[in-house]
């Protein structure tokens, strides 16, 4: 049972949240041995990371180290030569590297997120026996290939083609763009067109050895210079049939399945990075000095401090809660992955433009890490899912999983994602009865799990689950199927179900941290801050929902695109 989806009905699965869960004892040892090996063999080279970002390069004596850390390796199973490590002990690894270098994290989260995942996910057994050993030492690295040119969100739009052989190979041709690892990778995950009535996308394992695969050169970007972006091309490669990842025509959903289980690589990612805009904004701070005081003395720099602090602790939770999920088997977390990726990602972009604003215009000068940081976590709300998709996927799955619980929507919302003009057609009675649901009678309640410094807190999270569900209810009713389409609705909706999950998170993990160590305030603290910061912005969404600006604003936006720009002046 999915948390985040039931907000959507009105109802907190206690039971999926407390008590946070806590790392094993065991692996915990295991972690932070390769955690100390890391910081060992990265923290000498910080100079050499500001000269890579520089000349856009990652030099391959750098990348021979990561394989002999087993940086390749970390969630290969044991029996294939990895570290075995869990979701989450992964996604602690990678906030680890992203303390000190994101490019570093990019080489490593780029083959282990997504570019050998669908094999350790779909492989069959020959598969893995032939790729996993190699992967694991790093003899080949891998990447995902997914984006052309005419396809980025609208993954489902490839053009890039394979034809079945009459021996039951296939011959691949199209063009890949903005790969990550695309020009150091051995082995490819392509996705590429193949009409069938099984589906139309098959996801195939192609190494980058074989006749007829080429990358393009190093791409020059604003961010993460120095990690590997190019093309990759297919021209007339032959592909075995027995490279086919799971089956023909199941590409998408291989697709798919690969990001959502790979977003808490992204978000490990920015919790790390946070950790760092944390230490170097409080050390300066304590050091600068203005007015006869440090500036740290000031509240408006206070402010950033904290709001860094409670947004990495609220990130943090989120992350480790979805990657416990993943770990623990559940199916269904691609909603509550979607909504860890959009916080964590926009919380690390917020603490690299305040740690930067603490800096001053120390900030700003390239001998400071803060412009680094800045440019290389731009790039986190674009790829692998912009937040803005996410956003629409968060609640429309949100709203379709709510239409689902009720017999009589069951077909209307069937498939509403991809094909949204079939959702939403028949309401019945549906709205009484979401109505008599949305008032909260017989539900669990988290109060009643929750010390009681963190009542108020609970009370903010139960009141506006129920009117997520209610603005849910609301919003069928007015638009049926048009929701769909209706983004400024389904934008708000999204936000209130990622300030509900991540508030819960951080609650969960507060009262856990304050259970094992009742001197820990600062945790109770947190929670009851984030939660008073979210029931101001839940109230807001559900305001806006009938009260805005919307028309305007679309109508707005049009005439601009219409003129093709800003078309005044005070000439
Ligand atoms: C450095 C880098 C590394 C990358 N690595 C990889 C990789 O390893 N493998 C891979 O396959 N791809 C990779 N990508 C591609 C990346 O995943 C895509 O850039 C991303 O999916 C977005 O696609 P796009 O850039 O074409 O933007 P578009 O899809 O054109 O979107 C442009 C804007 O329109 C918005 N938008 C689009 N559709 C909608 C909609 N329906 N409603 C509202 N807003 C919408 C988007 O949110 C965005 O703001 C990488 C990209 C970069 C820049």
Redesign the pocket.
């Known amino acids: 049972m999915s948390t985040a989806k039931n907000l959507f009905s009105g109802r907190i699965l206690v039971d999926n949240l407390v008590p946070y869960p806590r790392m094993a004892d065991k692996d915990r040892e295991a972690l932070r041995m390769i955690v100390e090996a890391t910081d060992q063999f990265l923290e000498p080279r910080h100079a050499d990371f500001k000269s890579w970002d520089r000349d856009a390069e990652q030099p391959p004596q750098f990348i021979q180290g990561l394989r002999e850390l087993g940086l390749f390796g970390l969630i290969i199973p044991e029996e294939h030569g990895g570290l075995g490590l869990s979701n989450a002990g992964y996604a602690r690894v990678l906030a680890q590297t992203s303390r000190h270098d994101s490019s570093v994290s990019l080489t490593i989260g780029?083959h282990s997120s997504?570019g050998m995942k669908g094999i350790l996910m779909f492989g069959t057994d020959a598969q893995k026996a032939r790729y996993l050993p190699r992967l694991a030492r790093g003899e080949m690295i891998a990447?995902?290939?997914?984006?052309e040119s005419s396809a980025?969100?609208?993954a489902a739009s490839i053009r890039t083609h394979a034809q079945r052989n009459a021996d039951g190979s296939w011959t691949l041709n199209g063009e890949?763009i903005?790969?990550?690892n695309g020009g150091i990778a051995d082995l490819y995950t392509v996705f590429a067109r193949t009409e069938s009535d099984a589906g139309k996308i098959t996801a195939f394992i192609v190494e980058a050895k074989w006749p007829g695969v080429a990358h393009g050169k190093h791409e020059d970007?604003m961010g993460?210079r120095a990690s590997s972006?190019t093309t990759v091309s297919f021209a007339d490669v032959r592909v075995p049939a027995e490279s086919v990842l799971d089956a023909e025509g199941k590409g998408f959903k291989v697709a798919m399945a690969i990001l959502n289980n790979g977003r808490t690589g992204l978000g490990g990612g920015s919790v790390g990075g946070m950790k760092t805009v944390l230490a170097l904004a409080t050390e300066h701070a304590r050091a600068r000095r203005q007015f006869g005081r440090s500036i740290g003395e000031y509240d408006l720099v206070k402010e950033k401090i904290a709001q860094m602090t409670v947004d990495c602790f609220a990130a943090e939770s989120a992350v480790w809660m979805v990657a416990h999920y993943i770990d623990s088997g559940f199916d269904d977390y691609s909603v509550e992955a979607a909504i860890s990726k959009v916080f964590a990602t926009e919380a690390m972009q917020r603490s690299a433009y305040e740690g930067l604003q603490i800096a001053g215009g120390s900030g700003f000068m390239r001998d400071y890490p803060y412009e680094q940081i800045t440019r290389d976590s731009r790039?986190l709300t674009?790829?692998?899912?912009?937040n803005?998709?996410l956003r629409?996927y968060i609640a429309l799955s949100g709203l379709k999983d709510l239409g689902r619980s009720l017999g009589e929507l069951k077909f209307a919302l069937d498939d509403i994602f991809n094909h949204p003009i079939k959702g939403f057609g028949v309401m019945g009675d549906y709205a009484e009865k979401r109505l008599t649901q949305a008032t909260g009678i017989g539900r669990d309640r988290i109060s009643t799990h929750m010390p009681s410094s963190l009542r108020d807190a609970c009370e903010v999270y139960e009141k506006y689950t129920l009117e997520l569900a209610k603005t849910c209810d609301f919003c069928l009713r007015r638009y049926g199927k048009a929701i769909a389409d209706r983004?400024f609705e389904l934008k708000r909706i999204a936000d209130i179900a990622i300030d509900l999950f991540v508030g819960l998170c951080t609650l969960a993990r507060a009262a856990s941290n304050s259970a094992a160590d009742p001197k820990d305030t600062q945790s109770i603290a947190i929670a009851n801050i984030f939660a008073q910061q979210t029931k101001r912005r839940m109230a807001n969404n559900i305001r806006r929902i009938t009260r805005n600006e919307d028309d305007s604003i679309r109508a707005l936006a049009d005439h601009i695109l219409d003129a093709g720009g800003y078309p005044w002046d005070v000439l």
Request: glycine share 8%; net charge negative; aromatic share 12%.
């Open positions: 780029a997504i990447a995902f290939c997914l984006t980025g969100s609208d890949k903005w790969i990550t970007k993460i972006t790039i674009i790829f692998e899912g912009t803005e998709v629409l983004q």
